[in-house]
């Protein structure tokens, strides 16, 4: 099959080559800038790269378009595609955002945290999909086989909520550890003390629900020790919210019937 990408960021460099690999073929890269474009056309061996009102219908079985979510809209009111099957890849958005710039349009949306610089070199990235027509499907299916064994169809309020949690895991863990770090800088101590405590901490939920492994001051409704930590805090006003609304997180998912 052949393919066609809009699109110079992380998940095209990613989802290009993993798909080249496969055996599909590239026939060309869009973008605004033509340095990244022509470098992800000559990574992927593509004859064709330039603006995107040089892409043409039925050029590729099928245009991924991987550009940032805020400017899907923008880029598919540019698209008329009869033949071309368009593929966007946003989790929290609409199947039906593409529907006027292709009659067969679909979602893949690969549930992990993607870098061109580090991108991962197994399989175990989850894929949802979403699909317009069988042709849709059948076209979105294949290519996501190129990516990864574990592909799901998911609707757009599965995909919304789903898209929710992973900031929730992804994000907000990260920015955690962030804050954590900062506190021990600031307080001259070793970051690297916490990082056996981080690595229990995930490996517990490899094997059990982080709801049964919830554990500290909150959960055991330890009010002498939140109050302590809250006047640490005290001075930091947003890490004060953060911690209060953390505490009163765990505290209602674990409040007793």
Not at 222 to 246: N, W
Request: hydrophobic share 40%; with cysteine.
């Amino acid at each position: 099959m052949t393919f066609s990408i809009i699109g110079t960021g992380n998940i095209a460099w990613f989802f290009g080559k993993r798909i080249a690999a496969a055996g599909h073929s590239c026939v060309g890269v869009y973008g605004r800038d033509e340095q990244k474009t022509k470098d992800l056309a000559d990574a992927l061996l593509a004859k064709k790269h330039g603006n995107i009102n040089e892409l043409r219908d039925e050029d590729a079985d099928v245009c991924f378009l991987a550009v940032s979510d805020s400017a899907i809209e923008t880029v598919a009111q540019q698209l008329t595609l009869k033949k071309t099957i368009l593929v966007h890849m946003a989790g929290a958005l609409s199947l039906n955002m593409i529907s006027k710039a292709a009659k067969d349009h679909a979602v893949l949306w690969p549930v992990y945290s993607v870098l061109k610089s580090n991108p991962p070199g197994h399989r175990n990235i989850p894929c949802a999909w979403e699909a317009s027509s069988d042709r849709a499907k059948r076209f979105v299916l294949e290519m996501g086989h190129a990516i990864t064994d574990e592909l799901f169809e998911a609707k757009d309020a599965q995909r919304k909520w789903l898209h929710l949690s992973a900031v929730m895991t992804n994000n907000f863990i990260n920015h955690l550890l962030a804050i954590n770090e900062k506190i021990c800088k600031d307080n001259e101590l070793p970051a690297s003390t916490l990082q056996p405590l981080i690595n229990q901490t995930f490996e517990r939920v490899k094997q059990t629900s982080p709801f049964k492994t919830q554990t500290g001051p909150a959960m055991r409704h330890d009010i002498a020790t939140i109050e302590q930590q809250l006047e640490l805090l005290s001075g930091q006003p947003h890490l004060h919210k953060v911690y209060e609304a953390m505490t009163e997180s765990i505290q209602a998912m674990h409040k007793k019937k």
